[in-house]
């Protein structure tokens, strides 16, 4: 019924012609657009701030020129960047002058969906949010309001929301990518990477990478290090199914079946232990059911492994003599995004399991213990209590969830259960390309009463919206401070650049003044964020003035590896590394992992897999003018074989049709390459824009998303493995 | 007199288009013109594959066709560096550096003129590295004097294997490439 109302939805979309205003000027035909502190402004000057195209949060400095902002570059002093942005950062001064960006509050002006408007002050558009609130408050509670939410500038609005009372907030981030990653590594060594991720890819001799396509995903610390261990020679392997640019850099290249990478790792392992290359003295001394784990791992020979993965048993064994001759300098990367087949805590826990036998975690080229400075939270008095607790994982269904479930959240306000859910504020982040089934976030849209999307940009959810509040960009506005947990820990200032260009507003004057009309004055004791910010850092014998210069500020370099003197220790129940789980025994689950096959598709059907492109940050840039003259649409990448035999050439264009029978919105250009397995395409994620907001993007390429209608849900922590859909190709006419 | 070049290390790169971004903003090139580009080649069959990808530009060559071609003068080998640019004010847009460029460097610029990449002299001068080299975040880029044996460019290039793009065309370019 949903995708029904979805398809005319998007019918009715493209049949309505012009978008709202009229262009400003793009990048090399500036500045129709007035930015920065107007025509007076002469000369040149340049502000330190953090960026926020990604969640990376690179240090960078912006240079204006008179009064307009020309570029930014990496900021020397930052040990994220060290001085160098990545394409996405350095485009970032396309987020400025983005000709589609939000300008004005708007208001749904018919149906949810349409995308028709009526432009609003601030004042109206948080009082009707505000009085919506309220209306909720008195039927539901303050728990039937929840807040999905990306990045650093969702908190103040987190703030706002939970001194109202809200219990459900919720990032994408966790059940659509890195949660199970971080469960799968809890579990193991009682705690997760984080991010940045504790990799010290720069002093690795080793490095394994399963599907981790570093270099085309660019989170930048990484890949500095990755061609910094590249250069200096250390040894690559990559399982992918696709040759990806890191899989180019690599000495082993493993072309894996999709969805076998478990059958891989129990493999590796069980080379590990059986001929004895695994680290004794490291996994005596920490690990906990080192017996039951080797005695459960016996019968995954490489032979075993062989008719699951595709890949040959010498080449298993090499490469795990390989990973043994350089431990405990070996990396077996966790990867980030990780929500592929269902089965990926358990695929993550192997990983771990297998760096804890190649002794890595805590050591030098492998794992290292990041630190964070201190710097107190501002005192605000203690939200209200709650009665009913959270709504996104009723009776702890999902026992290892570390953290809200944002599908969970969706599905309570589908259901009501375990209590309606009747208001979404969705801060940052695409729901309708970031949460698998298109069809059910559209179902639960249905039952909301109120759903507000704070953003820079448009997007499908805002199209969905009933309030739509316009953000100022990151290079308009100061946000929270950000107090890096890293090997070099650091504090780091985000302020204004230039000027919003119309009546954008920060995060932060967005959450103060609908606190207020909510009568939560007594939440915001400060009236301006930099005395807000100025509090903070004087607690931790920092000042604003400083950061205000400075950008940043270091922690120093404390010891990072167990050599250098940090005591192991694993906040696991037995204290140790868990080669066997006794809580995921006691929970029903596999105490070591165990591989199951992934199902198959329908017969002469292509598995669908995503991932990112260098000059794009999820769906979220494609109409950064600088970005789009970058990459302005995706491909679909197919096996050259599989083109030649469906009539297939580069260039053409076909639509893809998954196994449910939804067909992408837009024609995609053929990729016909040899760099994928001939059972597989592969799409760069957020493209096939259906938001007619986005101008620049509307249209073009396809969207993976809109085809993930069916996932496959971790049972340990509510993931959404999104790997399991199947596509067949069209030839446009 | 210094002989600036470029020497791009095709092992770290990872094609990331930075560099591409970079210039952009650095330089204000037009929507759709590029100064420099991003070339990926993949040869082989799967799945024992390689992939090349290169960082390309004008290569400012020794013997540049671009500008003994140019009836104005516009196009010209600078005093310093030998870095090839062009005078705007005395360029007419007659093309004829487009067709005579082996590498498809040069575009015209909306306002009239040929246009390319000026191994950011602007910032050269003032003793950085152009744009593109310093925002590599994979450092595959180093730019330096050629005829300097002890510049840094001179000590990759005599260290590890290395081509250029086209030196058959015989313009003597001055981008090298690390195998």
Redesign the interface.
């Known amino acids: 019924m949903s995708n029904q109302l979805s398809r005319r939805r998007f019918l009715r979309i493209t049949g309505a012609g012009a978008g709202v205003a009229a262009a400003a000027g793009?990048?090399?035909?500036?500045p129709l657009l007035r930015a920065g502190r107007g025509p007076a402004e002469k000369g040149i000057r340049t502000v330190p701030t953090f960026c926020d195209i990604c969640f990376w949060k690179c240090n960078a400095i912006a240079t204006v020129r008179d009064g307009v902002l020309?570029?930014?570059?990496?900021n020397p002093d930052d040990p994220l960047?060290s001085g160098?942005?990545?394409?996405r950062g350095?485009?970032g001064?396309g987020a400025h002058f983005d000709p589609d960006r939000l300008r004005r509050p708007l208001l749904r002006a018919s149906v949810r969906g349409e995308e028709r408007w009526t432009e609003v002050t601030w004042d109206e558009a948080l009082s009707h949010v505000a009085e919506k609130l309220r209306q909720i408050e008195k039927e539901h509670g303050p728990e039937a309001v929840a807040l999905f939410s990306h990045g650093i500038g969702g908190t103040f609005l987190k703030h706002t929301l939970k001194a109202y009372g809200i219990t459900n907030a919720a990032a994408p981030s966790f059940a659509q990518c890195r949660g199970p990653r971080d469960v799968g590594f809890e579990l193991t060594f009682g705690e997760g990477v984080g991010s940045p991720e504790r990799t010290d890819i720069r002093n690795a001799r080793c490095l394994v990478l399963l599907g981790s396509h570093?270099?085309?995903n660019?989170h930048?610390t990484q890949?500095?290090e990755?061609?910094?261990a590249?250069?200096s020679g250390a040894t690559i392997i990559v399982a992918d199914p696709r040759?990806s640019?890191?899989a180019?850099?690599a000495k082993h290249?493993l072309?894996i079946r999709p969805g076998t990478d478990l059958a891989l790792l129990l493999a590796w392992m069980n080379v590990l232990v059986r001929e004895g290359l695994y680290d004794k003295d490291y996994v005596s001394a920490h690990g906990f059911g080192f017996e039951a784990f080797a005695a459960e791992i016996t019968p995954f020979t490489p032979e075993w492994a062989w008719p699951e993965t595709g890949i040959e048993p010498d080449v298993v064994r090499e490469t795990a003599r390989e990973m043994a001759r350089y431990r405990p300098a070996t990396l077996v990367h966790p990867g980030r995004h990780a929500t592929w087949y269902g089965d990926d805590t358990q695929r993550s826990r192997a990983i771990a399991l297998l760096n804890a036998l190649l002794g890595s975690w805590g050591r030098k080229g492998g794992f290292y213990q990041p630190a964070a400075m201190d710097v107190p939270a501002y005192p605000y008095p203690p939200y209200p209590k709650s009665e009913k607790g959270k709504a996104d994982n009723p009776g702890r269904k999902y026992p290892f969830a570390s953290e809200a479930i944002s599908t969970g959240i969706r599905e309570a306000t589908i259901t009501g259960q375990p209590y309606p859910v009747k208001g979404w504020f969705v801060y940052a982040t695409n729901l309708m390309q970031a949460l698998p089934n298109e069809a059910e976030t559209i179902r639960a849209i249905q039952n909301l009463d109120l759903l507000v999307v704070v953003d820079v940009i448009g997007s499908e959810i805002a199209g969905w919206a009933d309030v739509v509040l316009p953000e100022t960009t990151y290079l308009e506005r100061y946000d929270d401070l950000n107090v890096e947990l890293f090997r070099e820990p650091f504090v780091a200032l985000r302020q204004p650049v230039v000027e919003a260009p119309f009546d954008q507003k920060p995060n932060w004057w967005i959450a103060r003044e609908l606190a207020l009309k909510l009568g939560l004055e007594a939440y915001y004791p400060w009236k301006t964020i930099e005395e807000y910010l100025d509090h903070r850092l004087k607690g931790a014998g920092l000042s604003l003035a400083h950061l205000q210069r400075r950008g940043l500020v270091r922690g120093g370099k404390p010891p990072v590896y167990y050599e250098e003197g940090v005591v192991p220790s694993f906040a696991t129940p037995s204290k140790k590394i868990e080669f066997y789980s006794v809580p995921l025994k006691e929970a029903g689950f596999d105490p070591v992992p165990r591989y199951s096959r992934p199902e198959p598709g329908p017969p002469g059907s292509l598995r669908l897999l995503f991932g990112r492109a260098?000059?794009h940050s999820f769906s979220r840039t494609q109409t950064n003018?600088?970005?789009a003259?970058?990459?302005d649409e995706n491909e679909v990448w197919v096996?050259?074989d599989v083109a030649r035999r469906a009539g297939l050439r580069t260039g053409d264009r076909v639509r893809l049709r998954n196994q449910d029978g939804v067909r992408s919105d837009f024609a995609v250009k053929v990729r016909a390459?040899?760099?994928?397995?001939?059972d597989c395409v592969y799409l760069v994620h957020g493209f096939g824009h259906t938001s007619r907001m986005l101008r620049r993007a509307f249209g073009r390429g396809a969207s993976d998303a809109r085809l993930v209608t069916r996932y496959r849900t971790d049972p340990l922590m509510g993931g959404t493995g999104m790997n399991v859909n199947f596509v067949t190709l069209e030839p446009e006419a | 007199m210094a002989r600036l070049g470029m020497v791009i290390?095709t092992?770290?790169c990872?094609?990331?288009?930075?560099c591409?971004?970079?210039c952009?903003?650095?330089n204000?090139?037009?929507?759709?013109?590029?100064r420099d580009w991003i070339t990926s080649a993949?040869r082989?069959?799967?799945?024992s594959?390689?992939?090349t990808?290169q960082s390309e530009r004008c290569n400012h060559c020794d013997d540049p066709p671009c500008v003994t071609c140019c009836p104005t003068g516009a196009s010209h080998v600078h005093d310093w560096g030998g870095v090839v640019l062009v005078t705007r004010e005395e360029c007419i847009g007659c093309k004829a550096c487009l067709a005579s460029c082996p590498y498809d460097a040069r575009y015209v610029h909306?306002d009239g003129y040929a246009d390319k990449c000026t191994f950011c002299i602007h910032r050269v001068e003032k003793g950085r590295d152009p744009?593109c080299v310093?925002?590599?975040?994979?450092?595959?880029m180093h730019f330096g004097d050629l005829d300097d044996p002890e510049s840094e460019v001179s000590r990759l290039l005599a260290s590890r294997r290395h081509h250029s793009v086209l030196p058959e065309a015989g313009t003597r370019p001055r981008i090298f490439y690390l195998e």
């Open positions: 793009t990048l090399g035909s500036l020309w570029k930014i570059e990496g960047s160098r942005l990545c394409p350095t485009g001064v570093l270099g085309e660019m930048n890949v500095q990755f061609a910094e590249v250069g040759f640019v890191a180019s850099k290249y072309p260098p000059v003018p600088v970005l003259q970058a990459m096996n050259a390459t040899e760099a994928i397995r001939p | 290390d092992r770290r990872v094609g990331c288009m930075d591409v971004v970079a952009k903003t650095e204000g090139t037009p929507e759709g013109m590029n993949t082989g069959r799967f799945p594959l390689t992939l990808l909306p744009a310093s925002v590599c975040p994979t450092h595959c």
